[in-house]
């Protein structure tokens, strides 16, 4: 059975630090792109927001721009789990956050900087059911 279990998520003071897991298992994890999403409060119903990825070609990280210099994506394959540091959060990185993959190539490259039309669900195969992150002022 595949799954994807992500953790880590809280109530946090804006300016504090997380660390968000993505454990996976069910699938072969080194053929898999794994990107992290959110979705704010009062959002459902949009597609989510496509934060950073990893890609399991050569381990290349991405980030969308909003988030650059504040969250660090990685990967520990021997443990099938990707994380999410994020430091200096902001009220507005409330959200709840998705863990989710896809196997390809080029996947992060089309995920976090699609050049044209985007599926809601980003083309992904699978995905986790999030985690909560609270932020507050």
Request: some cysteine.
């Amino acid at each position: 059975e595949v799954q994807l279990v992500e953790s880590g998520g809280g109530l946090v003071q804006a300016g504090g630090s997380l660390r968000l897991s993505c454990a996976a298992s069910g699938f072969t994890f080194d053929d898999y792109a794994i990107g992290w999403f959110r979705q704010a409060p009062g959002e459902k119903g949009k597609r989510r927001e496509a934060v950073s990825c990893i890609s399991s070609v050569d381990g290349s990280t991405y980030y969308t721009n909003s988030v650059k210099g504040r969250f660090t994506i990685s990967s520990d394959n021997a443990k099938n789990t990707v994380y999410l540091q994020i430091h200096s959060l902001k009220p507005e990185d409330t959200a709840v956050y998705y863990c989710a993959a896809r196997k390809g190539d080029n996947v992060c490259m089309a995920t976090i900087s699609p050049l044209g039309w985007v599926p809601d669900d980003y083309g992904m195969d699978y995905w986790g059911k999030g985690t909560r992150v609270t932020v507050s002022s």
